[in-house]
Each structure stands twice: as structure tokens, then as C-alpha cells.
């Protein structure tokens, strides 16, 4: 076997191995991009269960209002009535 041929079979191996690590330079990019989106996603989603979390507390407290004056007035009703 002479060492030409040996060369050009190195010389493809080493054009080969820089194609696959851009390739997986890129590949990294993507998932950091990705994870980028996640986060993002991630904090959006958080932010919005806070917020409907208040919403929750905030008409809770307007039943439970609601429910306690009409017990009043239906106590008061049955006070004042006699």
C-alpha cells in the first residue's frame, strides 16, 4: 500500500470529522436556543398561574361575602320579624 493513498483517506477522515463537529456546534445551538424558549415559556406559564391564583383568592372572597351577608340578613329577618 503506498502513502499517497493513505493521505487522501486522512485528509477525508479529517474534512469528515470538521464536518460533524460544525454539524454538532449547531446541534448545540439549537438546544440552547430551545432551552432559551423553555425558560421563557416557563416563566410566562408561572406568571400567569400567579396571577389566576389571585383571581381565584379575590372571587373566593367575594363568595364567602356573599355568602356571610346573606346569613346576616337572614338572621336579622328572622330577629326583626317577631
Known sequence: MSAQPMESRMSRLEGAYEQVDHRLESIDRRFDSMDRRFESLQREMH?????????????????????????????????FRH
Open 47 to 79: 406568571e400567569g398561574f400567579r396571577l389566576l391564583d389571585g383571581k381565584i383568592d379575590q372571587r373566593f372572597m367575594w363568595t364567602m361575602a356573599g355568602i356571610a351577608t346573606s346569613w346576616v340578613t337572614t338572621i336579622l329577618a328572622i330577629i
